[in-house]
Structure formats: C-alpha cells, structure tokens
C-alpha cells in the first residue's frame, strides 16, 4: 500500500537585515526564495519604505509586521484574503507611487484605484498605523468586514466619502 502524502509548509520570515520592502515583493508570482504561497507571517523589524503592491493578492500571509516602516505605498495589502493584523505604527501611506516597471524615479499622484491598500482582506481584525495622506478613497477599507481594531495615529490628510470609508467597528 503506498500513500501520498502533501505536507504543507507554512513559514514565517523574519530579517532584520532587510530596509526597504521593493515594489510586488510578495506577491504570488515573485521570487523571495520561498513559494510565497507558504509564507504566514513577516517581520521586517528594520524595513523603513515598502513599495506598492508588496503583498498583493498574497492568499497565505496571516500577519505583517512592520514596526519602523515609515512610508508605504499604494495597494500594499489589496486582496490577502488571509491577513489578519497589519502593524506599522509608525508608517504613512503615500500619496504619491513609483512605478519600478515605468521609471522608478519618477512620481505620480495616485489614481482613485490605487488608493485601495486594505480591499479585500477579508479576514483583517487588525490595522495598526500611523497615518494617511492622501484624501481616503472609500475602498481602502472594502470588504474588510471582520476589522475589529484600527489604530490611527495622525490623521491629516484623512478625508473620506460614501459608507466604505470608514469601517464600522
């Protein structure tokens, strides 16, 4: 009798080493050294800016952490369905977005469409950060319906219309 067995992996990193988090880093498709379908959890305790998109439509990771983060750009989290605490206390969502694949110096203002870091994180109990600065586009929060905790520091350049603005906690 043979059997087959999948074991599934799941892996947390951590790296103090790390400073900045690039453009799409975890997203599905990219290359960290691991299947980034097996990461649950991340901790760059020294990562000061995370590009856009870093962990767009990642389906495993359960937790970010991010404790000296001070920048984050557009769409950082946009569909990780399994996200349940994003902390950076001391990070500021960007107005403006580099585009690494167009020219990575230059800086544009964010469309109304990538100003949705959080839509669809479905499991997100937990936000933690610092602040936003760009006029608060109302699917920044969609479809985060199991939020229970947002912790915002500063709110600047906080503005919001239409009910997905604001969660309802």
């Known amino acids: 009798v043979s059997a087959c ?3 599934t992996i799941m892996v ?3 790296d103090d080493t790390i400073t900045k988090i690039p453009y799409n880093a ?8 691991v299947n980034t379908r097996e990461i649950t ?5 020294n990562a000061l800016t995370v ?7 990642n389906s495993t990771i359960q ?4 404790p000296n983060a001070t ?4 769409n950082v989290c946009y569909q990780c369905r399994a996200l349940e605490s994003f902390i950076a206390p001391k990070a500021t969502f960007k107005t403006l977005k580099r585009d690494p694949l167009i020219d990575p110096t230059e800086q544009t203002p964010l469309e109304k469409d990538q100003a949705e870091s959080f839509l669809g994180c479905v499991s997100l109990k937990k936000i933690d950060i ?5 006029t608060f586009y109302p699917r920044f929060f969609d479809r985060c319906n199991a939020l229970e905790t947002l912790i915002l520091r500063k709110t600047s350049g906080l503005v919001g219309t239409g009910y997905y603005s604001y969660p309802t906690l």
């Open 63 to 66: 937790t970010i952490y991010l």
């Open 41 to 45: 959890s991340v901790s760059f305790p």
């Open 71 to 74: 920048s984050v750009d557009y």
């Open 12 to 14: 947390a990193i951590s």
């Open 51 to 57: 590009g856009g998109a870093a962990f767009d439509y």
């Open 5 to 7: 067995w999948k074991a």
């Open 26 to 33: 975890f997203y599905l498709s990219s290359a960290v050294g």
């Open 130 to 134: 610092y602040d936003v600065d760009y």
